[in-house]
Each structure stands twice: as structure tokens, then as C-alpha cells.
């Protein structure tokens, strides 16, 4: 199984007080298990460093570093791809969608994605099977 993590599921694996803590465990020890071919974006890791860094410190984000991100293939943001995905965040016109996350479903079209890892409702407005 092919399956792109956005940073909202990477968030919830590291921090055990998130909400959605419990439910991105039970997904992902079993995708382990199953040897699932798991991937994200350079925007993806720089955000999910951010976030983690700055709310749960850097303890957690060296686990981080050295128990997921070697996981995980990273593609990277080309200039192309990125105009393409500022492009759609204009043409959206919304707020609280994310340079990030429009990059995220750009990479997955372009390779075929259809399965993510997430806890953003973005993923699924844009037509992708959300797990878990």
C-alpha cells in the first residue's frame, strides 16, 4: 500500500495528548507490520519539524527524525511544482487552505496518490481516500 502522510497525522503520532493521538497509532503500527510504502514532501517534513520543534521540543523531534522520517520517501518541491501549487492556492481563494497542503495534492496527482495519512479535512474535499 502506497500511502502519503501529511503533517496533521505526523503531528498526532508524536504527541500523545493530540485528539486524534489514538486512532493514527492504530492505523500505523498495523501499516508497519504490512510494510506500507509511505511518502511526503519536503514542505510536508519542514512543517511537521516546525510544529513538533516549537509544541512538544527536541526531545520528540529526534524521535522523530531517527523513528519516522527514515520511513518515509521525501519528494521534492520542485520551482515548477511549487508555481503550480501557489497557483492553485490563488485560484481557491481560501484562507485556511495551505501552500503546504496544495503542494501535497499536486505531488499525489503526479504520482498516482490516491490513499493519505491525514487528519485535514483539505485531503478529502480534493477527492483523496483519507486514512485511518
Known amino acids: 500500500m502506497d500511502i502519503f502522510i501529511d503533517t496533521s497525522a505526523f503531528y498526532a503520532l508524536m504527541d500523545a495528548d493530540d485528539q486524534n493521538h489514538e486512532h493514527a497509532k492504530s492505523a500505523w503500527i ?34 522523530f527524525q531517527e523513528d519516522i522520517m527514515p520511513l518515509c520517501q521525501v ?4 520551482p515548477n511544482l511549487h508555481a503550480a501549487a501557489l497557483s492553485a492556492l490563488l485560484a481557491a481563494d481560501r484562507r485556511r487552505l495551505s501552500l503546504v497542503d496544495c503542494t ?29
Open 75 to 78: 519528494h521534492w518541491v520542485s
Open 30 to 63: 498495523p501499516w508497519l507490520d504490512e510494510q506500507a510504502r509511505f511518502s511526503c514532501s519536503n514542505y510536508v517534513l519542514l512543517e511537521s519539524i516546525a510544529l513538533i520543534q516549537r509544541r512538544l521540543g527536541m526531545m520528540a523531534l529526534r524521535c
Open 104 to 132: 501535497s495534492f499536486e505531488i499525489m496527482r503526479r504520482l498516482g496518490l490516491r490513499t493519505v495519512f491525514a487528519f485535514d479535512r483539505h485531503f478529502a474535499e480534493q477527492g483523496f481516500t483519507c486514512l485511518p
